[in-house]
């Protein structure tokens, strides 16, 4: 088994991004770095650039997430968006889902570890939760699959007017371009290629954001929808 390389020391703009939780962000590294490595949520290649390449790259795309919105991160694996997105956006609710148990333990360790209490963990595929939790404001996804397929996973977990932020790479432009037809039928409105973390990383994060208009998925979601924003009958009973 090759050993992890030794994890460096968090740089300047790590205290500067994370603030009052840096400390946090520096054992979630740890984490990473150890445990992640063991349990092969991370490559031990990685290691070297874990603040660089990950953390911070990931939580830059908080530059571009509103204010006190629900989240929810598809295929979050070790936690990357979600947790650094956690660790500086206090003020958001995010769920991360992720379909592979070993990797919802790390998540849930991680969550409860941090005090993390505004984050969910939930286990399960993009295409299996729909209507089984409330539609979230954004859904945030990085290096989990193209760009028309990942579509096809979150657009339906948004609620109406909500919007995609998925972290890509030198190839999101094309994407974008290859993925037009298809993320039309899904409803998408509006595409758009961002770049985020002046002065934190460089090169600068890659996002792309879909925006969504009052039927994200398209006509045969919205059923699906409309379900899972109903109350249920033993929640409206006890709220009498």
Known sequence: MTEAAELPPAPEQAREVFGERFADAVRYAELLADAGVRRGLIGPREVPRLWERHLLNCAVL???VPEGVTVCDVGSGA???GIPLALVRPDLKITLLEPL???TNFLTEVVELLDLDHVTVMRGRAEEVLGKFQPVHVVTARAVAPLDRLA???VPLLRPYGE???LKGDTAEEEVKGAKAALSKLGAVKTSVLHVG???VDPLSTVVRVEVG???GGVRFA???AKAARPSRAGRGRRR
């Open 79 to 81: 936690g990357l968006p």
């Open 152 to 154: 096809t996973w979150g």
């Open 164 to 166: 995609m932020l998925l």
């Open 223 to 225: 059923a699906k929808r």
């Open 62 to 64: 908080s530059e571009v």
């Open 198 to 200: 002046e002065g934190v």
């Open 101 to 103: 148990l070993r990797r």
């Open 214 to 216: 009052e039927s994200p």
